[in-house]
């Protein structure tokens, strides 16, 4: 255990740390992580592996809150401290109840699986002009060119955002969210410049959905109001922030990684002979990526988890990718089987706040695996897949490939 140090990005540079999980889960399924030189806050906190652990802690947010615990100036469910009031309190995943509860109830309504019906051949229709251009070029990025098109263009229609934009979004998005250039908790002047420019957009749309409102998401928060009150100008900010980074890496990651299973165990082939497999195999890309490895928590009063005492303020992160990976909860858990049944996996999360966005992302993986399985006979790596250095979304930043069109 003594050279377990989740806070080491190094150790996620070429995806996600299976075999320390394997370990954690079978000795130490609750496990006080000491801080290290790189530990954000210089703290310690607590991991959770099992997949029984982190269903009962995320089904209880009242002890364990997405927002702030004990004596904590800020919270949120990173691993390190983001400043309340700013993000923890207003951001909608690091809310608690009762406010969580009724802002949410303001955006499912347009994540509903009735609203995504009406927009699924609108998605499947740009699936396959995505899918099409790729082939054309034949060697290309799959992630660039292929998974990460079509998120990016449903979260741009979700909220408002023109399409002649999206490209700029995913820029400033990535900047945010990498890793390559610092390490957890440290802002950097590419990190700050693309935030803030990102920031500014945001501000300008908001303020032409207030005047123009239109049949989006971010006209619909601009105009919201819970107990006869608008949205504060911040959190309206923030949704779009979380939005666009939520709604567009982690479906593309899932998608990239899915594909990359696919074609190294063989399954590629089976789904083209028969595709009545592409639900199963869509929850198992899930399960197999769980491109959100980990969301924190803090624990809101002295509480035990599995027998283990656990004090008001600490930090607790929850590994829904180890718990995908957990053999009390999936039979032979690191085969990837894309006809496993049941498969109750936690990539989108449990509780309260599971993912506002599953749906949608479930119909982006099917129409593009859909288009890929009609328009192309063959994915060949070219070159070694570049990982995403994070513990927080395991992903791929590149991933060239040749593909052959079907005959
Ligand atoms: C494969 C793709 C995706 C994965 C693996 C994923 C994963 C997750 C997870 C694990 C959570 C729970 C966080 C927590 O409990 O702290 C979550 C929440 C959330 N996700 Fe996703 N997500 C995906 C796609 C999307 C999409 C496409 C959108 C939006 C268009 C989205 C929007 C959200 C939002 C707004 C929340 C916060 C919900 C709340 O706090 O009530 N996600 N997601």
């Given at each position: 255990m003594d050279d377990i140090d989740l806070t080491d990005l190094d150790r996620f540079?070429?995806?996600?740390?299976h075999d320390v999980f394997d370990v954690l889960r079978r000795?130490?399924?609750?496990?006080?992580h000491p801080p290290t030189p790189r530990t954000p806050g210089g703290e310690g906190f607590w991991v959770l592996s099992r997949y029984a652990d982190v269903v009962v802690a995320a089904s209880d947010p009242e002890t364990f809150s997405s927002e702030t615990g004990g004596e904590r100036d800020g919270g949120g469910t990173l691993l390190e401290d983001l400043p309340s009031g700013f993000a923890a309190g207003v951001l909608l995943n690091m809310m608690d109840d009762p406010r969580h509860a009724r802002f949410r109830r303001l955006l499912t309504p347009s994540v509903a699986p009735r609203t995504l019906r009406l927009i699924e051949e609108d998605l499947r229709a740009r699936a396959r002009t995505i899918v099409a251009d790729a082939v054309h070029k034949a060697d290309c990025d799959f992630l660039t060119?292929?998974?990460?098109?079509l998120p990016l263009q449903a979260v741009a229609q979700l909220l408002g955002v023109?399409?002649?934009?999206r490209h700029r979004l995913l820029s400033w998005a990535n900047v945010t969210l990498d890793y390559d250039d610092r390490e957890l908790g440290q802002t950097t002047d590419r990190t700050r410049q693309a935030a803030a420019e990102m920031f500014a957009y945001g501000t300008d749309l908001l303020t032409r959905k207030r005047a123009e409102p239109a049949d989006d998401l971010l006209s619909l928060a601009a105009h919201a109001e819970i107990d006869g009150a608008p949205l504060t100008d911040l959190e309206q900010q923030m949704l779009f922030n979380l939005l666009i980074a939520a709604g567009s890496e982690t479906t593309r990651n899932s998608i990239a990684l899915g594909m990359l299973a696919l074609l190294e165990h063989g399954a590629w082939p089976t789904l083209q002979v028969d595709r009545s497999h592409l639900d199963t195999a869509v929850e198992e890309m899930l399960r197999w990526a769980s491109s959100t490895p980990y969301n924190r928590r803090t624990a809101t009063r002295d509480t035990t988890i599995a027998g283990q005492a656990v004090k008001a303020g600490d930090k607790v992160t929850l590994w829904w990718a180890s718990a995908n990976r957990d053999e009390r909860a999936f039979p032979d858990p690191h085969r990837f089987d894309?006809?496993?049944?049941?498969n109750p996996h936690l990539a989108f999360g449990?509780?309260?706040?599971?993912?506002?966005g599953g749906a949608l992302a479930r119909i982006e993986m099917r129409v593009v695996f859909e288009a890929l399985l009609d328009g192309v006979a063959t994915v060949d790596l070219t070159a070694p897949v570049e990982f995403t250095r994070s513990n927080k979304h395991t992903g791929v930043r590149h991933m060239p490939v040749h593909l052959a069109p079907t005959p």
């Amino acid at each position: 255990m003594d050279d377990i140090d989740l806070t080491d990005l190094d150790r996620f540079a070429r995806g996600f740390p299976h075999d320390v999980f394997d370990v954690l889960r079978r000795d130490a399924p609750v496990w006080f992580h000491p801080p290290t030189p790189r530990t954000p806050g210089g703290e310690g906190f607590w991991v959770l592996s099992r997949y029984a652990d982190v269903v009962v802690a995320a089904s209880d947010p009242e002890t364990f809150s997405s927002e702030t615990g004990g004596e904590r100036d800020g919270g949120g469910t990173l691993l390190e401290d983001l400043p309340s009031g700013f993000a923890a309190g207003v951001l909608l995943n690091m809310m608690d109840d009762p406010r969580h509860a009724r802002f949410r109830r303001l955006l499912t309504p347009s994540v509903a699986p009735r609203t995504l019906r009406l927009i699924e051949e609108d998605l499947r229709a740009r699936a396959r002009t995505i899918v099409a251009d790729a082939v054309h070029k034949a060697d290309c990025d799959f992630l660039t060119d292929l998974a990460a098109e079509l998120p990016l263009q449903a979260v741009a229609q979700l909220l408002g955002v023109p399409q002649e934009d999206r490209h700029r979004l995913l820029s400033w998005a990535n900047v945010t969210l990498d890793y390559d250039d610092r390490e957890l908790g440290q802002t950097t002047d590419r990190t700050r410049q693309a935030a803030a420019e990102m920031f500014a957009y945001g501000t300008d749309l908001l303020t032409r959905k207030r005047a123009e409102p239109a049949d989006d998401l971010l006209s619909l928060a601009a105009h919201a109001e819970i107990d006869g009150a608008p949205l504060t100008d911040l959190e309206q900010q923030m949704l779009f922030n979380l939005l666009i980074a939520a709604g567009s890496e982690t479906t593309r990651n899932s998608i990239a990684l899915g594909m990359l299973a696919l074609l190294e165990h063989g399954a590629w082939p089976t789904l083209q002979v028969d595709r009545s497999h592409l639900d199963t195999a869509v929850e198992e890309m899930l399960r197999w990526a769980s491109s959100t490895p980990y969301n924190r928590r803090t624990a809101t009063r002295d509480t035990t988890i599995a027998g283990q005492a656990v004090k008001a303020g600490d930090k607790v992160t929850l590994w829904w990718a180890s718990a995908n990976r957990d053999e009390r909860a999936f039979p032979d858990p690191h085969r990837f089987d894309i006809t496993r049944r049941p498969n109750p996996h936690l990539a989108f999360g449990r509780g309260g706040h599971f993912c506002l966005g599953g749906a949608l992302a479930r119909i982006e993986m099917r129409v593009v695996f859909e288009a890929l399985l009609d328009g192309v006979a063959t994915v060949d790596l070219t070159a070694p897949v570049e990982f995403t250095r994070s513990n927080k979304h395991t992903g791929v930043r590149h991933m060239p490939v040749h593909l052959a069109p079907t005959p």
